[in-house]
Every structure is written in C-alpha cells, then in structure tokens.
C-alpha cells in the first residue's frame, strides 16, 4: 500500500527547492513541468536538500503530517519556545559552513576533486551564502547553524562551464526533555555544480513570525526555480558533473551521529577518526552516480480507479485534484517504494524518462532487529547505489545472507540501452564479524544478484579488506527488481593434532668392533674416538 506523505510545507519546499541533479547536458536534468490539463507526471525525487539553516519550535502537529511552527533563536525555556511543553518540539537544519578554527566542530574542513587515478585538488572558499545564521548555545550543547560555502576546484571544469561547486551538509538537530539539551540526529551530504545567475525575481529565504488567532506562527518565504542555493538577487542554477571526477568531503560531524549512511556514490571510500570528545573527522569519497529516472504521464485513460485513488495521495500537492495539469505525484527515492514504480511501468515502456549525476550520503533513521547492525554508538557502514528506487534501510540479515533491493527501469532513455546498475557497501570488519561471529583472521564475500523471478544475473562483483573496513561491489546488472545479496565466509582455523609428540631421543650409530673407532656415551651424549685400544674418557662409558 502506498504511505501516505502528505506534509504540506514539506510539498511546498520541494516544488520550490528540490531538484534531479545532472545529465548529459550542461544545466542538470529534472523532471519536466509542462504537464498538460487531464495528465499528471507520477515519477521518484530525490531526498530533499535543505538549502539554509533554522530553528523552530514546533506545536499543533496533526496525524496528516501538518503543522504549525515558529521561528525561534534562544528562547527555549519560556513562551512560545518553551521546550518543556510537551506540545511543543524542536526541529533544526544546521547548514554546516567552513571550519574557521582549528578545534571548531559541527563545519566542512576541506572539500575536494580529483580524477580516478589523481591526487585530490583541494576547493578555494569562495564565500557563504546569505542566509539567514544562528549563534551557538554552548550551555544546551547548539553549535552555531551557518549557511552554505561556495567554492571553485582549479581545473574541474563542469559542464555548466565554470569550476564552482555547492557542498550542502545540513545535521539535524532535536531536543532531549530528560537531559535538557540538543542532540544530533541525523545528517546529509551533497555536492553541486553550479552556475550563478542574477534577477530580481530571486528572493533569499526570510523565516517570520505571524500573529494568527493570538498565537505566533512561522512564515517562510523565497523564491527561485530549479535553485540548489539562493539569496537576494542570486541563485546557485545546478549543472552537470564532469566527466571522470571524484568528489572528497571532509566533514567534522558530532559523534552522535553514527549507525548506517547511504547514498548516491560509486566506489565509495569512507575514514572516521576521533576530531575531540564530542565529535569524529569523517572523510567521504566516491565518483557521483550515474542514475537513470523515473517518470511517466499518469492520465484517466491509462489508470485504474484504485492507481488514481493511490496518485491522488502520493506526494507533489495532494490537496490539489490529480489530472488539473501542471502537476507531479513522487514518492522518494530511497523509501524503496517498489510498488509504486512497478505501477506504471508499463505506461513508462519500461524506460528511463532520464539520466541523472548525483552525489549524495544521509543517515539512516531506521533500526534493524539484529543487534550487530543497530549499534548507533559509531559509525558502521554505508551502502550505495544508482537504482531509480531503493531501499534505503538497514540491509536485510536473514538465513547468514545481507540482502538489499533496488528497482529501476529496465532500459535507458533511447529505449535500447540496458539500464546498468551499481551497488557498494563498505562496512566494519568487526561488524561483519559480529553477524558470522568470526575471527580475527579474513573474511571473503560471495556478492550475487538476483532477478524478481529469482534467477541469478550476470554481474561484476568485487571484494576486499582494508584499515578495518570490509568493501563490497557489484555493477553492471540490470533491472527491473533485483535483489543483491552478499554471503560472507572464512576459512575455519585448524583442529589441533589429537596425537601427542614424544621428546626426540638421541640417535647413536655404535661402531663395531674391528672398524678402527669406539663409541664412548656419557648419558645422551657419544663420544667417537679413532683406534680399537682408545680409552673413554671420564665419566664415558665404551658402548
């Protein structure tokens, strides 16, 4: 059954805001708007990106989804903003910014392009954008919330024709009543192209309090088409990745933030080490993924009353009727909403509307049932993947397997060309010892892809271990469902000898008679003399 997601602001935001990222064309690729009265587009989004930091308190949550907020700074233990209400809740985006200092946590230290085989060409800050920052509240445990840096990579010139680059890493902040303070929760990273455009129709975004029914409400407001970055008078337009490109980020990041990432990279590399008491250093690369999208015209014609029915709450601006025009239905990428895309396959002729370049990594707030995969005091692992629609949980561990399943559309574009999928793991060796409860010695991985019908496809796959981290792929299979699983085994240590050693004993060759030589012996010990009438010496015995 299709969930139902139908938070109004959130739909708003994401017509406004979110975006399918790069094709073969300079300006990215996104799904079309010229959606004509008696149709409507039903595709998969990705995530949403947050594009600027905020602080509200929030009350009046409805069962819908819907709710009411308000703006607020440091005023958390009075008013409208008290945090003990238990109608009341926190949500903040924190929008990470450059590290100013060298103990400054919670801010992007470095970020980077190289090609496959290159060194990494570290970015030139260029400068933040102008939205709206919060102060640090250092006696609630709120760091400071900044705005997106802009950068430009000497020599990685993307297809928009400039070499700047957006990386936009928002953590998500919540508040703890038992221990009365903030807490990270949550995080996601991606990295845009861009080029910069001017107009007076770009408005920054403004957060506001309005009076309604006596009571403070939030206002938000902004506005700019297919923008990744926005401010007054300029927006961040995205574009296309160049060929043959690897993005680095290196991000200090509160050590709350743990369990599992997923994400849009191939080839990924993740290192995590202890920046302070309260933070880890992650440093994230991988080459952006290639993903082929999914979009189709919905009409009256085409569906049945129960496929309306599910359009006309998925998604887009569910308060609107379907089929008026202009309008799109979605479910996200990564809720792994199969269903939902098998659906309208047939209308889609089971090919990619188009292809897009995406570079991506968020936690994952699900748990799992296996106490091995839920340990959220560190991180664990991240699974990647360029499928259309994924499951963007933590993997499946049943019957000694790790299983993950992706769909997408069978073909490309032209609609000849196989859809060629990607998949990579990286996870703790000790994770993976855990789940098999193995050794210390090492682990080997049988990766296999299985077709909907059970069959197993043909696919490349790699394995190997290295500074603690076990790394698994598998590519060039195709869709519509697979399912790729990931069987890990070692060799058992060998069984001792059940048979006890006696203590070796001297051999002694005692020369006969006639041969010229005696042989004298003192305990273990020989003694060869030259001459039938030699005497033994000392304490040695003629044998």
Known sequence: MKRQRTVAILALAILSLLIDLPSAKAEAWRLPTDVKVGEELVGAEESYVPTRSIRQVVFDVKSSGNFQGRVCNMEYDSGDCDLNDANNDFRGDSILGVCETATEANCIESFGLSTSRGEVVQGTYLRSVATPEYAPIPSKGLPAFKSTPLFSVAGFTHLGGTTTYAPIVSTNFKWNRTTKRFYASSFQASVFPYTERSSSMFYAPRHENLDVNGRKTILYAGSGENCVWLEAGKCGTPQDFPEDVRVQLTIRLSNEIAGWFRGRLTAPNIVVTPFDS?????????????????????????????????????????????????????????????????????????????????????????????????????????????????????PDFVDGELSYRVAGMHYLPDGKTLASGTYDMVMRSDTARCLYKFTAAPITANISVLSATGTAQVATTSTGERDGWLYLSAKNFTFSTPTIKVKLSQEAPSAPSSQTSEVAKPIVTVEKKGSGRIVCLKGSKSLTLKGNKSKCPKGYKRA
């Open 278 to 394: 309260a933070n880890n250093k992650i440093v994230i690369a991988g080459e952006p993924a290639t993903v082929a999208r999914f979009g189709a015209i919905a009409t009256k014609e085409n569906t049945t009353p129960e496929e309306q029915r599910i359009i006309a709450g998925t998604g887009g601006n569910p308060s609107s009727a379907i089929f008026a025009g202009s309008g799109r239905r979605y479910s996200f990428s990564h809720w792994g909403d199969f269903g939902w895309l098998e659906m309208f396959r047939d209308i889609a002729k089971d090919t990619a509307i188009g292809v897009s370049r995406v570079w991506n990594v968020s936690t994952i707030d699900g748990i799992s049932t296996n106490a091995c995969l839920n340990d959220k005091s560190r991180l664990l692992g991240i699974v990647t993947t360029n499928a259309t629609v994924y499951d963007g949980r933590v």
